[in-house]
């Protein structure tokens, strides 16, 4: 079973010596995010600020910070053990006959076991204010100097289909207007973005109703950073993280649903015919991200623990937390990937890339023209149109090695030959594009070029030692004094 909420893993954390009580007075304006930014380049721990000033709340941050905490959060020991667990699950065939039905019943009810399930009540709603709250009251960061406010940077958004009644799970800066309004950062590609627009479309007033989730335990939080695919609930995939249903309770003000276990629930609406100018903001790119107009969230009820803790994270410069995150993304979804394209033998997408800016593809080639198959697949996969830069290898090139990448992806391309432009949607935070959300990306086949393909040259061999040398040499390392590790 996962972490019961996100308490239990700090406690988790700091019994693991990963975690660092700040008992100095730290301001949220600009020191926490400084303090922060030198801890994680660093490989340091988690960080606890007891005292955020101008709070009595006190604030956790990078708890996501690390490979190890990545994994401790997903109660695993790689990250490939998730990535097995959902390529078991992907593997059901149908049954062909009576015992293979038989066999398939215990994987069927632990599937059923991960379905969200609705409960009375939950500590979130141990105090709840309609009228006399103030977002003042939390340790909202503001991150860098040239941010237009304070931003809330890790909320669960739930919004919910107009049409349909379908619940989505969004990860949407917020930016703290005043005590009780905040922008709605959701990107036009955004589900988000999408209700709204479904909302308004009908004759554009009105209210769409939202509900803010902040602080759950580490597999529910993640929960608006997974790409899942548009039919799956993002909480029936938190559950299947976290080996146990996500509880949740009806908010007080408005007609959805939140994590039982949430620190913090801010509950609200945006006016269908309301925009106000939001940003800039620091974001993940290392650079700002500008201004633009964007929905007003209005709140009327917060609900929250006692005590509650504050959950924030910081981007910009890579890399931050988000990069671990984005790591496990990477793993826990290439079955995925792989199910829908087998070819596929493993992805990379290195920090400094800051995840749409470049891919890294290997793949087993077996007909001409197969890795520009590959990237026009990739454009069209969800969140991975936004890639500007995919690099086909071919199978053999260990893509989570860069050195590798950079040596044999170099050596196999003709750049007029192997590269090649398309026009298309691009990230709303990419500020390089010739448009808001519409640009160019590129993809280069850099995988051995065959004679079906044009290629009317032998390909050379790589330059290797023959095994023989190798293992003589190997039997004579310790005779020869040479205090260096073998090279390979």
Known sequence: MGYRDLREFVAHLERQGELKHITAEVDPVFEITEITDRVTKAG???????????SRVPLVINLLGSHRRMNMALGVERLDDVANRVKSFLDVQSPQG????????????????????TVKSGPCKEVIRK??????????????????????TWPMVITKNPETGKRNVGCYRMQVFDDRSTGMHWQTQKHGAEHFRSARSRDGKGKMEV???????????????????????????????????????????????????????????VNLGELRTEGPFGDH??????????????????????DPLYLTTIVGRPPQEDYFMGHAIERIFLPVMKMQFPEIVDVSMPAEGIFQNLMIVAIRKSYPGHARKVMNAIWS?????????VIVVDHD???????????????????????????????????????????????????????????????????????????????????????LPRHN
């Open 131 to 152: 009228s006399d709250f103030s977002l003042g009251e939390f340790p909202i960061l503001k991150c860098w100097p040239q941010d237009g406010g304070r931003y809330i």
């Open 98 to 117: 009576f015992l293979d039905k038989v066999k398939m019943l215990p994987k069927l009810a632990e599937l059923g076991s991960f379905f969200p399930k």
């Open 285 to 306: 790119t290392g650079f700002y991200s500008l201004e633009g107009e964007y929905p007003v969230f209005h709140i009327t009820c917060i609900t929250h623990r006692k």
């Open 211 to 269: 509900a803010v989730a902040i602080g759950s335990d580490p597999a529910t939080a993640l929960a608006g950073i997974l790409p899942v695919p548009p039919d799956l609930d993002e909480f029936m995939f938190s559950g299947f993280l976290r080996k146990d249903a996500v509880e949740l309770v009806r908010c007080e003000t408005v007609g959805l649903e939140i994590p039982a276990n949430a620190e913090i629930v801010l509950e609200g609406y």
């Open 397 to 483: 090139v260990d893509v989570q090695n860069p050195g590798e990448v950079v040596w044999k992806a170099l050596c196999a391309i003709d750049p007029q030959r192997d590269i090649e432009f398309v026009l298309g949607p691009v990230d709303t935070l990419e500020h390089a594009s010739r448009l808001q959300d519409y640009g160019s990306k590129m993809g280069v086949d850099a995988t051995r070029k065959w004679p079906s393909e044009g290629f009317g040259r032998r390909w050379p061999d790589e330059v290797r030692m023959n095994p023989e040398t190798i293992a003589r040499v190997d039997a004579m390392w310790k005779s020869l004094g040479i205090d």
């Open 44 to 54: 340091g721990p988690a960080l606890f600020f007891e005292h955020p000033k101008g």
């Open 381 to 389: 996969l969800g969140q991975a149109m936004f890639t500007k830069v």
